[in-house]
């Protein structure tokens, strides 16, 4: 309604109809674009669609504009840095035709008229992930791959769409979460990720702002920034400090980046806000003077008896309680419109409120610029600024110290003028106090500037001596932080991503790695996503080139493998591995394989290495040596171990050669590596387990080493190569052996019994006594049939170890080969457990089967110089051998025979 259909409308009347708390939970919504009738929305405008108003005083005619990074970074070509940052429409919040309130803010209840808050999709995904123990954990579990992907596919583009990508990623997620936050509620584990991935994204818009700057500024470090050319401009002297001064551009991108953070929580803190005066101000005052007059009755409370804005101040006399009530409120939003940068939408408020003279004093901070004094047309231009922006700042200033106007409208003017105390007074959170400081510098640095090229106002006078006098600097804001008294805020500054922001602020990487290396230092573990944004910054930096503390990056790196292991993200562990030094990515990725159970993954991560650029084969050898030395055994004498079962780190141990076999250019390691295992099972006497690591091997080893080293080599295999497939010949002749003596073995104790006869009363039974017992000499007949052959066989695979070919077995025959001591200890020893254990085993084998001449002849073997077995034998050894055979002696002695199994002589 107009003011002349509304003016005998009396505010006991509206009240009636719409009181405050009415208006508070009035709906409100949304032009729809194209159309006259607001719609109902349920969301703040995107930031995309907001007008993109400066948030600093100076920032609509100095803030420097970048350009798209991959025309920085690219080579060639150079874009300029600074240019002006133009004022896009906002499409969505045009105050000059519109109702603002309703279109800018947004009731929570304003979605419900179709009884759902959300929209289908979403409603479908937070039911879903509120059915989850974590439903936030479950929500964001993506971004890991989605990280990766995006890490992996702008690796050789430009840095800084890569840090975008990050941002898309992080809000999409944000998105997701608040949805379900809403129905989860403020305390739940959802909020705590809600709120970690909101700071994520914050950090990465200050990172992409602040070192888009840096980059650019080290790439034009050959152009002559300290040049500077008289003017009567003050625009101009304050563009030209923003070229030249990189730390008060950097401060403002501060500023810049401060108060976008807010304009996206813009919808937060007045959702509810309504405003009933088109044209005039304090509307109630109005008509409560207007009743006065027509009545000439006095009132019983006093009030103010004129209407300009000085009035209340003036006489000391308040306005009607309503309009003290919407004045508050007016200077609360209108000071948030401000703090999120957006100031004309400020002056817009004002102005549709009826209160257009504050949104004149909302306008004299723009810098003096009259175009026509170096112009060579003929047309005049239009002058910019305020030419008595002196003045106007000190009265700001003045106004901000009195202490009986409101503190918003205070911080309005303090925000102004550079006058940090009333404005930290309405600062609540780490960000404002940051937000305020970094603009009051930005403030001091300019008007620093304007006094040194003579362009300052003789009211800079007025203006208090600490303020002209200041010397700020980056450092010297998180100070000041520090000695706040506001409890909030000194919790907010030990948070880790306003640690971070710090740090990135100050450009101060060694302070901030010191950082990250005291969290991971500290007991309680990191929440994961906050490892994988310092995972990824690391990155970032690195490849910028910057120097970096290589120590903490290593620890940062294994800190996340380790998180990625832990969670089972598998494909995700070898391409963050490559980025850590090569010896301790082969230890770490090497100590990952040992935790893949799965033999059907296991290509898979082998596949995903050699595409990281890992040394497959080192860490493959890594992983086989760490699992058979773990739980090392003792080579001890088999009299004093005691064969057992295969246990679950034998199996372990087995299982682990497969690793070897995936790539047949790793058949001479996988040889070596089963070699040595086998050696330590046939230590213990554990043959089962040893034909299981042997079985492993394929058959066609030998000849694909063979071939292998054939294709392109004229010489010899290398001595290794060579020794390792002797001793798995040896190896394959002691498992054969030992096979066919447990067949014997178990044949001959498995001799048919004789029946016993039953008594022979009656013929029927004589005649089944004579069936079973050549039944009996049937079966006998073939078993020593089968015995005599398996005491062949065990005797001949016996002989092919004892008398192994080309110098004994597990002797190697090349000694040109890599020293290891360890290899031929093992050896040895075996040579001394194996060929006694063997040499008994066939003589036992000779005597129960009475071939005790054969026995005898064993001396004979033992005590030849060409196979010298006698120096692998032990003196006990030795004594018990030679009491075998005089056992076979006195049997043949027995037979009538002499002691060595010869006919006597007569």
Same mark, same amino acid.
């Given at each position: 309604?107009d003011?002349?259909?509304?003016?005998?409308?009396?505010?006991?009347v509206?009240?009636?109809?719409?009181?405050?708390?009415?208006?508070?939970?009035?709906?409100?919504a /949304?032009?729809?674009p194209g159309?006259?009738?607001?719609?109902v929305?349920?969301?703040?405008?995107a930031?995309?669609?907001m007008?993109?108003?400066p948030?600093?005083?100076?920032?609509?005619?100095?803030?420097?504009?970048?350009p798209?990074?991959?025309?920085i970074?690219?080579?060639?070509?150079?874009?300029?840095?600074y240019?002006?940052?133009?004022?896009?429409?906002l499409s969505?919040?045009?105050?000059?035709?519109?109702?603002?309130?309703n279109?800018?803010?947004?009731s929570?209840?304003?979605?419900?008229?179709?009884?759902?808050?959300?929209?289908?999709d979403?409603?479908?995904l937070?039911?879903?992930?509120?059915?989850e123990d974590?439903?936030?954990?479950?929500?964001?579990?993506?971004?890991?791959?989605e990280?990766?992907?995006?890490?992996?596919?702008?690796s050789?583009?430009?840095?800084?769409?890569?840090l975008?990508?990050?941002?898309?990623?992080c809000?999409?997620?944000?998105d997701?979460?608040?949805s379900?936050v809403?129905?989860?509620?403020q305390n739940?584990?959802?909020?705590?990720?809600?709120?970690?991935?909101?700071?994520?994204?914050?950090?990465?818009?200050?990172?992409?702002?602040?070192?888009?700057d840096r980059?650019?500024l080290a790439?034009?470090?050959?152009?002559?920034?300290?040049?500077?050319?008289?003017?009567?401009?003050?625009?101009?002297?304050?563009?030209q400090?923003?070229?030249?001064?990189?730390?008060?551009?950097?401060?403002?991108?501060?500023?810049?980046?401060?108060?976008?953070?807010a304009?996206?929580?813009?919808?937060d803190?007045?959702?509810?806000?309504e405003?009933?005066?088109?044209?005039?101000?304090?509307?109630? &005052?109005?008509?409560?003077?207007?009743?006065?007059?027509?009545?000439?009755?006095a009132f019983?409370?006093?009030?103010?008896t004129?209407?300009?804005?000085?009035?209340p101040?003036?006489?000391q006399?308040?306005?009607?309680?309503?309009?003290?009530e919407d004045?508050?409120?007016?200077?609360?939003?209108?000071?948030?419109?401000?703090?999120?940068?957006?100031t004309?939408?400020?002056?817009r408020?004002?102005?549709?409120?009826?209160?257009?003279?504050?949104?004149?004093?909302?306008e004299?901070?723009?810098l003096?610029h009259?175009?026509?004094?170096?112009?060579?047309?003929?047309?005049?231009?239009?002058i910019e600024g305020?030419?008595q922006r002196?003045?106007w700042?000190?009265?700001?200033?003045?106004m901000?110290?009195e202490?009986?106007?409101?503190?918003?409208?205070?911080?309005?003017y303090?925000?102004?003028?550079g006058?940090?105390?009333?404005?930290l007074?309405?600062?609540?959170?780490?960000?404002?106090?940051?937000?305020?400081?970094?603009k009051?510098?930005?403030?001091?640095?300019?008007?620093?500037?304007?006094?040194?090229?003579?362009?300052?106002?003789?009211?800079?006078?007025?203006?208090p001596?600490?303020?002209?006098e200041?010397?700020?600097?980056?450092?010297?804001?998180?100070?000041?932080?520090?000695?706040?008294e506001?409890?909030?805020v000194?919790?907010?500054?030990?948070?880790?991503?306003?640690i971070i922001?710090?740090?990135?602020?100050?450009?101060?990487?060694?302070?901030l790695?010191?950082?990250?290396?005291d969290?991971?230092?500290?007991?309680?573990?990191l929440?994961?996503?906050?490892l994988?944004?310092? &995972?990824?910054?690391?990155?970032?930096?690195r490849?910028?080139?910057?120097?970096?503390?290589?120590?903490?990056?290593?620890?940062?790196?294994?800190?996340?493998?380790?998180?990625l292991v832990?969670?089972?993200q598998?494909?995700?562990?070898a391409?963050?591995v490559?980025?850590?030094?090569?010896?301790?990515?082969?230890?770490?990725?090497a100590?990952?394989?040992?935790?893949?159970?799965?033999?059907?993954?296991?290509?898979?991560?082998?596949?995903?290495?050699t595409?990281a650029?890992?040394d497959?084969?080192?860490?493959?050898?890594?992983?086989?040596e760490?699992?058979?030395?773990?739980?090392?055994?003792?080579f001890?004498?088999?009299?004093?171990?005691?064969?057992?079962?295969?246990?679950?780190?034998?199996?372990?141990k087995?299982?682990?050669?497969?690793?070897?076999?995936?790539?047949?250019?790793?058949?001479?390691?996988?040889?070596?590596?089963s070699?040595?295992?086998?050696?330590?099972?046939?230590?213990?006497?554990?043959?089962?387990?040893?034909k299981?690591?042997?079985?492993?091997?394929?058959?066609?080893?030998?000849?694909?080493?063979?071939?292998?080293?054939?294709?392109?080599?004229?010489?010899?295999?290398?001595?290794?190569?060579?020794?390792?497939?002797?001793?798995?010949?040896?190896?394959?002749?002691?498992?054969?052996?030992?096979?066919a003596?447990?067949?014997?073995?178990?044949?001959?104790s498995?001799?048919?019994?004789k029946?016993?006869?039953?008594?022979?009363?009656?013929?029927?039974?004589?005649?089944a006594?004579?069936?079973?017992?050549?039944?009996?000499?049937?079966?006998?007949?073939?078993w020593?049939?089968?015995l005599?052959?398996l005491?062949e066989?065990?005797?001949e695979?016996?002989?092919?170890?004892?008398?192994?070919?080309?110098?004994?077995?597990?002797?190697?025959?090349?000694?040109?080969?890599?020293?290891?001591?360890?290899?031929?200890h093992?050896m040895?020893?075996?040579?001394?457990?194996?060929?006694?254990?063997?040499? /008994?085993?066939?003589?036992?084998?000779?005597q129960n089967s009475?071939?005790?001449q054969?026995?005898?002849r064993l001396?004979d073997?033992?005590s030849?110089?060409?196979?010298?077995?006698?120096?692998?034998f032990?003196?006990?050894?030795?004594?018990?051998?030679?009491?075998?055979?005089?056992?076979?002696?006195?049997?043949?002695?027995?037979?009538?025979?002499?002691?060595?199994?010869?006919?006597?002589?007569?």
């Amino acid at each position: 309604m107009d003011w002349g259909q509304s003016e005998l409308l009396s505010p006991v009347v509206r009240d009636e109809e719409v009181t405050v708390a009415a208006r508070r939970r009035k709906k409100v919504a /949304f032009p729809s674009p194209g159309s006259g009738s607001p719609v109902v929305s349920t969301a703040t405008p995107a930031r995309s669609l907001m007008r993109n108003t400066p948030a600093s005083l100076f920032r609509q005619a100095v803030t420097p504009r970048f350009p798209d990074v991959s025309t920085i970074l690219a080579p060639g070509g150079r874009t300029p840095r600074y240019t002006h940052t133009p004022r896009k429409a906002l499409s969505s919040m045009n105050l000059d035709d519109s109702d603002w309130t309703n279109s800018m803010y947004i009731s929570p209840v304003s979605g419900m008229d179709n009884s759902s808050f959300f929209s289908d999709d979403t409603a479908n995904l937070s039911s879903a992930l509120l059915k989850e123990d974590d439903p936030g954990e479950a929500a964001a579990a993506s971004l890991f791959p989605e990280f990766l992907a995006s890490l992996v596919k702008h690796s050789s583009s430009a840095v800084f769409e890569l840090l975008d990508e990050y941002q898309t990623l992080c809000q999409e997620k944000v998105d997701v979460l608040q949805s379900v936050v809403l129905r989860a509620g403020q305390n739940s584990k959802t909020a705590g990720v809600h709120w970690l991935l909101q700071q994520e994204n914050c950090t990465w818009r200050l990172i992409t702002s602040l070192y888009r700057d840096r980059v650019q500024l080290a790439l034009e470090d050959d152009i002559m920034t300290d040049m500077v050319v008289p003017s009567e401009s003050e625009k101009v002297v304050v563009e030209q400090l923003f070229q030249r001064d990189a730390v008060i551009r950097q401060s403002q991108l501060v500023v810049d980046w401060l108060e976008s953070i807010a304009k996206d929580k813009i919808g937060d803190f007045s959702d509810n806000i309504e405003y009933y005066a088109k044209n005039v101000c304090w509307e109630n &005052t109005l008509h409560s003077l207007k009743l006065r007059r027509k009545s000439g009755t006095a009132f019983t409370v006093p009030l103010v008896t004129e209407l300009d804005p000085d009035a209340p101040f003036r006489q000391q006399r308040p306005l009607a309680d309503l309009d003290r009530e919407d004045d508050a409120r007016l200077l609360k939003n209108l000071f948030s419109l401000i703090r999120a940068g957006m100031t004309e939408e400020a002056q817009r408020l004002c102005k549709r409120c009826g209160q257009a003279w504050r949104a004149a004093t909302l306008e004299g901070w723009k810098l003096y610029h009259d175009p026509n004094r170096t112009s060579v047309s003929i047309e005049l231009q239009p002058i910019e600024g305020n030419p008595q922006r002196g003045i106007w700042k000190a009265c700001c200033w003045r106004m901000a110290e009195e202490e009986q106007l409101n503190r918003y409208e205070r911080a309005i003017y303090s925000s102004l003028s550079g006058n940090l105390k009333p404005l930290l007074a309405v600062c609540e959170s780490w960000e404002d106090c940051v937000w305020a400081h970094f603009k009051v510098m930005v403030d001091s640095l300019v008007e620093k500037e304007l006094m040194s090229s003579g362009m300052a106002h003789q009211e800079m006078d007025t203006l208090p001596r600490e303020y002209l006098e200041a010397n700020w600097t980056m450092e010297k804001v998180f100070e000041e932080l520090q000695a706040l008294e506001l409890k909030r805020v000194l919790e907010e500054t030990k948070e880790h991503h306003h640690i971070i922001q710090k740090f990135v602020i100050l450009g101060d990487l060694d302070g901030l790695f010191e950082e990250f290396s005291d969290w991971l230092t500290t007991s309680k573990p990191l929440p994961s996503h906050l490892l994988r944004f310092m &995972t990824h910054l690391l990155l970032f930096f690195r490849s910028l080139g910057l120097a970096l503390k290589e120590e903490v990056c290593v620890d940062v790196l294994k800190a996340y493998v380790s998180l990625l292991v832990r969670d089972q993200q598998t494909d995700l562990v070898a391409r963050y591995v490559s980025q850590l030094p090569p010896e301790v990515a082969t230890v770490e990725y090497a100590a990952f394989l040992e935790t893949v159970n799965q033999p059907e993954i296991r290509p898979r991560c082998l596949q995903l290495a050699t595409d990281a650029g890992l040394d497959v084969a080192a860490i493959t050898k890594l992983v086989v040596e760490t699992v058979r030395e773990r739980d090392e055994t003792e080579f001890t004498h088999h009299s004093q171990t005691l064969e057992m079962g295969t246990t679950k780190e034998d199996l372990r141990k087995i299982d682990v050669i497969d690793w070897l076999l995936f790539d047949p250019a790793h058949r001479a390691e996988s040889l070596k590596q089963s070699n040595a295992i086998m050696r330590k099972f046939l230590a213990v006497q554990k043959h089962d387990a040893a034909k299981a690591v042997f079985s492993k091997v394929p058959e066609d080893s030998m000849r694909e080493i063979y071939c292998q080293w054939s294709g392109g080599q004229t010489t010899s295999l290398p001595a290794e190569d060579e020794n390792a497939i002797r001793e798995h010949l040896c190896i394959r002749a002691y498992l054969e052996a030992h096979e066919a003596f447990t067949d014997w073995f178990n044949h001959s104790s498995s001799a048919p019994q004789k029946p016993a006869p039953a008594p022979e009363a009656k013929f029927t039974e004589r005649v089944a006594n004579e069936m079973r017992e050549k039944e009996y000499q049937a079966s006998l007949s073939a078993w020593s049939c089968r015995l005599d052959v398996l005491t062949e066989d065990v005797k001949e695979r016996i002989y092919n170890v004892l008398l192994f070919v080309d110098g004994g077995w597990m002797i190697d025959n090349r000694q040109d080969s890599e020293p290891d001591s360890e290899r031929r200890h093992q050896m040895a020893a075996l040579r001394s457990l194996c060929l006694p254990r063997l040499t /008994f085993l066939l003589l036992s084998v000779l005597q129960n089967s009475s071939r005790h001449q054969e026995a005898l002849r064993l001396a004979d073997i033992i005590s030849s110089d060409q196979h010298r077995l006698y120096q692998v034998f032990s003196k006990e050894e030795l004594r018990r051998f030679l009491l075998k055979l005089r056992e076979s002696s006195l049997a043949l002695l027995d037979r009538g025979l002499d002691p060595l199994g010869y006919e006597l002589q007569t």
